[in-house]
């Protein structure tokens, strides 16, 4: 007899209309409490759950919502918030949480003469979701605080769901973290105890499954942490409770057979990342074990070839009896729902699923999979999805001949400099005569409630285009006037017109698409709408010069123009699949290399390319590592190559693991490079002097994610500590990232606070 189960390894937590943005930024404005805070994440919580049951999931899960971030739950579900914050044993959690993640509530939760920093961020493996990063030194220790999570539980049960409780495993858990003068596999017995304590205690609460995601598993894995797997899972097992071990993102290669002799009920597999594994998965996983595939993507909005899953999953059913189905990880990454995107094209509306969508493929596979693909609803969506199928392959939107001739054409040189680094500096400094420390923002400034209101006004009609430049020239009069004013010395036009660094330049390429709700979470109440690429990408017309020239005009100072590069435009987007990531790279570095020549005749001298999510594009296997890197740091080099010796080419990168791959940073060649390494006091800077980096870079001074202003003190120290690992000559002084989140009081004073820094260090 043939068993199927369906389930989702989590679900987005921002919900339909970004609810949990709404409740979690009232909150911190002090226009709500907790009680309500908490009313909001239930109301959630409850919805999800009734879209997962109502699509037929055979088990909701629970433990996978967050009010700021996942990894920030289990870092107080397992008690181990860094001893640095000297939280007071008296304060509530929810105010160590938040002070945790965004610096703030210090005064009311912790001593005197803590540090208040907030804890690091990095990606969250390769995705552009943002993790906090635990930290971890020889006294730290765990304690279980399991309440929040059983309480979960219960609240779904009392629904009359079936619940599998999602958790990060243990060894993931510890891998994700930053050691202090520890190993962080030396903490692994002391954290398993609380880890079978939970098991055990889920399991009492009738918990039918555990799913512990180890995505660790499909990394090159050092021997010490592979040797750790069985015995870790040896002693979990012995906590009586069903386990699901969860893996994703990449193949399991070495780690394959590993994953399959480990003491678990099941094992989940990333069906679309790895599906030439699912073979080899079928023939190592014994009987009984449950074999769960991954077979809709979680990562990307496209449709499934539901025929070809189909083709994939028979073999596999006939060989064990039963298989579970899911996506290929959680669906935090892909928007909520297609439902109100009625304003995207028909045919490429067909042919997306978001995670509603998504959880509807699922039971249309499994009825396919138990009642047969001649059933009359069966039937009737595969005929569907093989009907948008067809329409995108046959589609004139997609393919472009002037793109590809233009591709074609793209002579040997274009991804180089005319100069070395050295004389493009001299003749830059010629041009700009920069003290020492010249200070300088990453772009963005506050979009204050006047802003966004204007541009919604205007994307209503509701204001005619003149109107809306005159405001937008007004803003950018404020922002230069503002930075002239606290003595910056490179200036930028504040970016008043975007509402996004991706979506602002997709929106005025050809092969974009853009939703009117298709919201993701970046972190906490941050979320992003990312384009949808479906088709060859081509420039219309210029993009930022008639703003950066009217700044620009406001100025003797050089303003800077700001771009976004070729990789976190595809990074960022919804990319197509029916043609490689490296030619779809080329074809936006083109379109901004065209900008960059057009912002350089204009007069603009200093232009950012920012490229954030180099690093986050990197594959998770080293073996592939060199052919991504080709590609990404060609595609900017082709977009700064454009570029006159005197013209000084930025770019910016944050929140990543920058060490590997330092050598293609450089490889990029940007005359500076700003980078975010305030959260890590400067540590992330070590790898940068290390290498020996030679061209210029600014070292972000203070997290423009938190509230807190850091006094002119804080940031001469971090620009000490840099100078003694950067030759001072190449050093830049800036904030971490961009503005656009913070209010106009604390980007003045923390500004300015800044700007004094850099002049005692030049005195």
Same mark, same amino acid.
Request: with cysteine; hydrophobic share 45%.
């Given at each position: 007899?043939?068993?199927?189960?369906?389930?989702?390894?989590?679900?987005?937590?921002?919900?339909?209309?970004?609810?949990?943005?709404?409740?979690?930024?009232?909150?911190?404005?002090?226009?709500?409490?907790?009680?309500?805070?908490?009313?909001?994440?239930?109301?959630?919580?409850?919805?999800?759950?009734?879209?997962?049951?109502?699509?037929?999931?055979?088990?909701?899960?629970?433990?996978?919502?967050?009010?700021?971030?996942?990894?920030?739950?289990?870092?107080?579900?397992?008690?181990?918030?860094?001893?640095?914050?000297?939280?007071?044993?008296?304060?509530?959690?929810?105010?160590?949480?938040?002070?945790?993640?965004?610096?703030?509530?210090?005064?009311?939760?912790?001593?005197?003469?803590?540090?208040?920093?907030?804890?690091?961020?990095?990606?969250?493996?390769?995705?552009?979701?943002?993790?906090?990063?635990?930290?971890?030194?020889?006294?730290?220790?765990?304690?279980?605080?399991?309440?929040?999570?059983?309480?979960?539980?219960?609240?779904?049960?009392?629904?009359?769901?079936?619940?599998?409780?999602?958790?990060?495993?243990?060894? #993931?858990?510890?891998?994700?973290?930053?050691?202090?003068?520890?190993?962080? *596999?030396?903490?692994?017995?002391?954290?398993?105890?609380?880890?079978?304590?939970?098991?055990?205690?889920?399991?009492?609460?009738?918990?039918?499954?555990?799913?512990?995601?180890?995505?660790?598993?499909?990394?090159?894995?050092?021997?010490?942490?592979?040797?750790?797997?069985?015995?870790?899972?040896?002693?979990?097992?012995?906590?009586?409770?069903?386990?699901?071990?969860?893996?994703?993102?990449?193949?399991?290669?070495?780690? *394959?057979?590993?994953?399959?002799?480990?003491?678990?009920?099941?094992?989940?597999?990333?069906?679309?990342?790895?599906?030439?594994?699912?073979?080899?998965?079928?023939?190592?996983?014994?009987?009984?074990?449950?074999?769960?595939?991954?077979?809709?993507?979680?990562?990307?909005?496209?449709?499934?070839?539901?025929?070809?899953?189909?083709?994939?999953?028979?073999?596999?059913?006939?060989?064990?009896?039963?298989? =579970?189905?899911?996506?290929?990880?959680?669906?935090?990454?892909?928007?909520?729902?297609?439902?109100?995107?009625?304003?995207?094209?028909?045919?490429?509306? $067909?042919?997306?699923?978001?995670?509603?969508?998504?959880?509807?493929?699922?039971?249309?596979?499994?009825?396919?999979?138990?009642?047969?693909?001649?059933?009359?609803?069966?039937?009737?969506?595969?005929?569907?999805?093989?009907?948008?199928?067809?329409?995108?392959?046959?589609?004139?939107?997609?393919?472009?001949?002037?793109?590809?001739?233009?591709?074609?054409?793209?002579?040997?040189?274009?991804?180089?400099?005319?100069?070395?680094?050295?004389?493009?500096?001299?003749?830059?400094?010629?041009?700009?005569?920069?003290?020492?420390?010249?200070?300088?923002?990453?772009?963005?400034?506050?979009?204050? $409630?006047?802003?966004?209101?204007?541009?919604?006004?205007?994307?209503?009609?509701?204001?005619?285009?003149?109107?809306? $430049?005159?405001?937008?020239?007004?803003?950018?009069?404020?922002?230069?006037?503002?930075?002239?004013? *606290?003595?910056?010395?490179?200036?930028?036009?504040?970016?008043?017109?975007?509402?996004?660094?991706?979506?602002?330049?997709?929106?005025?390429?050809?092969?974009?698409?853009?939703?009117?709700?298709?919201?993701?979470?970046?972190?906490?109440?941050?979320?992003?709408?990312?384009?949808?690429?479906?088709?060859?990408?081509?420039?219309?017309?210029?993009?930022?010069?008639? =703003?950066?020239?009217?700044?620009?005009?406001?100025?003797?100072?050089?303003?800077?123009?700001?771009?976004?590069?070729?990789?976190?435009?595809?990074?960022?987007?919804?990319?197509?699949?029916?043609?490689?990531?490296?030619?779809?790279?080329?074809?936006?570095?083109?379109?901004?290399?065209?900008?960059?020549?057009?912002?350089?005749?204009?007069?603009?001298?200093?232009?950012?390319?920012?490229?954030?999510?180099?690093?986050?594009?990197?594959?998770?296997?080293?073996?592939?590592?060199?052919?991504?890197?080709?590609?990404?740091?060609?595609?900017?080099?082709?977009?700064?190559?454009?570029?006159?010796?005197?013209?000084?080419?930025?770019?910016?990168?944050?929140?990543?693991?920058?060490?590997?791959?330092?050598?293609?940073?450089?490889?990029?060649?940007?005359?500076?490079?700003?980078?975010?390494?305030?959260?890590?006091?400067?540590?992330?800077?070590?790898?940068?002097?290390?290498?020996?980096?030679?061209?210029?870079?600014?070292?972000?001074?203070?997290?423009?994610?938190?509230?807190?202003?850091?006094?002119?003190?804080?940031?001469?120290?971090?620009?000490?500590?840099?100078?003694?690992?950067?030759?001072?000559?190449?050093?830049?002084?800036?904030?971490?990232?961009?503005?656009?989140?913070?209010?106009?009081?604390? #980007?003045?004073?923390?500004?300015?606070?800044?700007?004094? $820094?850099?002049?005692?260090?030049?005195?």
């Amino acid at each position: 007899m043939k068993t199927i189960h369906t389930h989702t390894l989590g679900f987005p937590r921002i919900g339909a209309r970004r609810e949990l943005k709404t409740a979690l930024e009232s909150y911190w404005r002090g226009e709500s409490d907790a009680a309500a805070l908490a009313q909001s994440a239930r109301a959630l919580r409850q919805r999800h759950w009734a879209l997962q049951a109502g699509a037929g999931l055979d088990f909701v899960t629970v433990g996978d919502f967050a009010l700021y971030d996942q990894v920030a739950n289990h870092i107080q579900l397992f008690g181990c918030e860094p001893a640095r914050f000297g939280f007071d044993a008296a304060s509530d959690a929810l105010t160590r949480y938040f002070a945790m993640a965004r610096g703030d509530g210090h005064e009311r939760c912790c001593g005197a003469n803590h540090d208040a920093r907030a804890l690091d961020m990095t990606k969250w493996f390769d995705t552009n979701y943002h993790y906090l990063v635990p930290e971890f030194d020889t006294a730290t220790g765990f304690a279980l605080h399991p309440a929040p999570l059983l309480a979960e539980v219960a609240e779904a049960q009392a629904l009359g769901h079936a619940v599998k409780v999602a958790l990060i495993g243990p060894l #993931t858990f510890l891998w994700l973290g930053r050691e202090r003068g520890v190993d962080r *596999l030396d903490l692994l017995e002391r954290l398993l105890p609380a880890y079978r304590a939970l098991l055990a205690q889920l399991k009492d609460a009738g918990v039918a499954w555990v799913q512990l995601d180890e995505p660790i598993l499909g990394l090159d894995l050092a021997p010490a942490w592979r040797n750790a797997f069985e015995p870790t899972y040896w002693k979990l097992a012995q906590s009586g409770a069903r386990l699901m071990l969860a893996t994703y993102f990449s193949p399991l290669e070495e780690n *394959l057979s590993l994953a399959c002799r480990l003491p678990v009920a099941g094992l989940h597999v990333d069906g679309v990342r790895a599906p030439h594994e699912l073979t080899s998965v079928c023939d190592w996983l014994a009987l009984p074990k449950v074999l769960s595939v991954g077979i809709v993507d979680g990562r990307n909005v496209w449709r499934t070839d539901l025929d070809a899953a189909l083709a994939v999953l028979d073999p596999l059913l006939a060989r064990r009896g039963q298989l =579970w189905l899911a996506p290929s990880c959680s669906l935090l990454h892909v928007p909520f729902s297609l439902a109100g995107e009625d304003a995207l094209a028909p045919a490429l509306r $067909a042919s997306l699923a978001f995670a509603g969508e998504k959880l509807e493929e699922l039971g249309t596979l499994k009825a396919a999979l138990c009642d047969g693909i001649d059933a009359p609803a069966v039937a009737a969506s595969l005929a569907t999805a093989r009907a948008a199928l067809a329409a995108r392959r046959a589609s004139a939107q997609v393919h472009d001949p002037e793109v590809a001739a233009a591709v074609a054409a793209v002579p040997a040189g274009a991804d180089r400099r005319a100069s070395p680094f050295a004389v493009r500096k001299a003749r830059q400094q010629e041009r700009f005569a920069l003290p020492s420390y010249p200070t300088t923002t990453i772009g963005s400034f506050p979009q204050t $409630a006047a802003i966004r209101a204007a541009r919604a006004r205007f994307k209503s009609g509701a204001l005619d285009a003149q109107a809306y $430049a005159s405001a937008m020239h007004s803003e950018i009069a404020h922002a230069v006037a503002c930075q002239e004013e *606290l003595g910056l010395d490179v200036l930028v036009h504040g970016e008043a017109e975007r509402n996004d660094m991706v979506e602002y330049f997709g929106e005025q390429l050809a092969g974009f698409a853009f939703t009117g709700h298709g919201w993701v979470q970046s972190y906490g109440s941050r979320c992003v709408k990312p384009p949808i690429i479906f088709g060859d990408v081509a420039r219309r017309a210029p993009m930022t010069v008639g =703003w950066t020239v009217h700044a620009q005009g406001l100025s003797a100072k050089p303003v800077k123009g700001m771009l976004t590069g070729p990789i976190t435009l595809l990074q960022w987007s919804f990319v197509r699949t029916d043609q490689p990531r490296a030619d779809t790279a080329l074809q936006l570095a083109l379109a901004m290399r065209a900008e960059v020549a057009d912002l350089q005749a204009a007069g603009i001298g200093i232009i950012q390319i920012d490229e954030p999510a180099l690093r986050e594009g990197l594959p998770l296997r080293r073996a592939q590592w060199k052919a991504y890197l080709d590609w990404a740091t060609r595609a900017f080099r082709v977009t700064a190559g454009a570029a006159a010796d005197a013209t000084q080419i930025h770019t910016h990168m944050c929140y990543a693991e920058f060490n590997d791959i330092l050598p293609a940073i450089a490889a990029l060649d940007a005359d500076v490079i700003t980078i975010e390494t305030s959260r890590s006091d400067m540590a992330l800077l070590d790898g940068f002097g290390a290498f020996a980096y030679p061209n210029g870079i600014g070292p972000g001074v203070y997290d423009i994610h938190s509230p807190r202003v850091p006094s002119s003190a804080d940031i001469e120290r971090l620009l000490r500590k840099a100078a003694q690992v950067i030759p001072p000559e190449h050093l830049w002084v800036n904030p971490d990232c961009g503005l656009k989140t913070r209010a106009w009081p604390e #980007t003045r004073a923390a500004l300015a606070n800044m700007v004094a $820094a850099a002049r005692a260090m030049r005195a």
